[in-house]
């Protein structure tokens, strides 16, 4: 993927100088349904200088959290279709949709521009918690039932989806406390107001670095390289597996000129050295592609996460 997405940069060049569109006319909103301090605003606060540059307008990052990403995320997709105003979305953007029943669907009113990056949840604990690895997590919460919370950024986040799915698969008994965003969330795990929480791999890793929660286990399949010593969750839990997907789309109706400008737009932000590096070493994996293929992807993960709620009974 990570190729694709570098021969993709190389190609996006000459797709801009040919693009005739007098888009953008004006500077542009690069919404953000969550507040400062989540993986989707430092990720948006590597692309936007950058992409000001090449599109020659300034691009001004603006956070509207709340209700999981309900709030931004709507507020976004009323705007005009013209290019002016788009998100950079996270699963949540599936998943919240049906769990929460939001006044959006999460494939026809929006316009997919471009898959940007996957990034792993890792199961932080704040350093009060007796618990030092993934067993005796388990075993402390079984004998524990009811009395360990977790954190999530909102209802039908990914970071809640894989709490839940913690639960259905290891006979556990965890309260779930949403919050607005993963930043608050994270500042509580690290007060200790919280006992746990599967956090965005970017936004946590900072935290795991500085020794103010400790890691136990990451969501994805396999160990990643960004937390070698770490196991994956799967290796206690077998099957255990859930990413996060980072997006950039806008309202439904795009054109599709200004859909392909900014598709090319970005994949050169990302094919840099510079941010390719940032990104990295948030814990993310570029991903790149074309406005098809994630609108394809989309469409699947709707499909995967919806059975997936359905089995694990996640509710609102």
């Known amino acids: 993927m990570q190729r694709r997405a570098i021969l993709a940069t190389a190609l996006a060049a000459p797709m801009l100088a040919k693009a005739q569109s007098t888009w953008p006319s004006r500077p542009i909103r690069l919404m953000i349904a969550w507040p400062p301090g989540g993986t989707t605003d430092i990720l948006a606060r590597v692309i936007a200088p950058p992409l000001a540059v090449l599109l020659g307008q300034p691009v001004v990052v603006e956070n509207k959290g709340g209700a999981s990403g ?37 494939v026809n009113d929006v316009t997919p521009i471009m898959h940007l990056c996957n990034t792993p949840n890792i199961l932080a604990v704040t350093p009060s918690l007796p618990v030092h690895s993934m067993s005796e ?36 008994d965890m309260v779930h406390v949403p919050y607005r965003g993963g930043g608050p969330a994270l500042a509580d795990l690290v007060g ?21 929660v400790r890691a136990l286990g990451v969501t994805s399949a396999r160990r990643q390289a960004f937390l070698p010593d770490v196991p994956a969750i799967a290796e ?50 570029i991903t790149g592609g074309t406005p098809a293929e994630f609108g394809a992807f989309l469409r699947a993960d709707m499909e995967k996460i919806d059975r997936l709620v359905k089995r694990a009974g996640i509710k609102e």
């Open 70 to 106: 309900a709030i931004g995320t709507i507020d976004m997709l009323r705007q005009p279709p013209d290019g002016h105003a788009f998100s950079i979305v996270t699963s949540t953007l599936v998943s919240a949709a049906l769990i929460t029943r939001q006044p959006y669907h999460p």
């Open 236 to 285: 206690f839990v077998p099957g255990f597996d859930v990413v996060e997907w980072y997006a950039v789309v806008g309202p439904h109706g795009m054109p599709a000129d200004v859909v392909t400008r900014l598709n090319a737009a970005i994949l050169q932000v990302v094919g840099s050295a510079e941010a390719r590096a940032k990104i990295l070493d948030m814990g993310s994996e």
């Open 137 to 172: 997590l388990i075993a402390y919460a079984k004998a524990n039932p009811g009395k360990l919370s977790f954190g999530s950024p909102g209802i039908g986040s990914a970071v809640h989806i894989s709490g839940e799915m913690f639960k259905l698969m290891c006979g556990v």
């Open 192 to 212: 200790g107001q919280i006992q746990l929480m599967f956090g965005n791999g970017s936004s946590t890793l900072p935290f795991v670095r500085q020794g103010q």
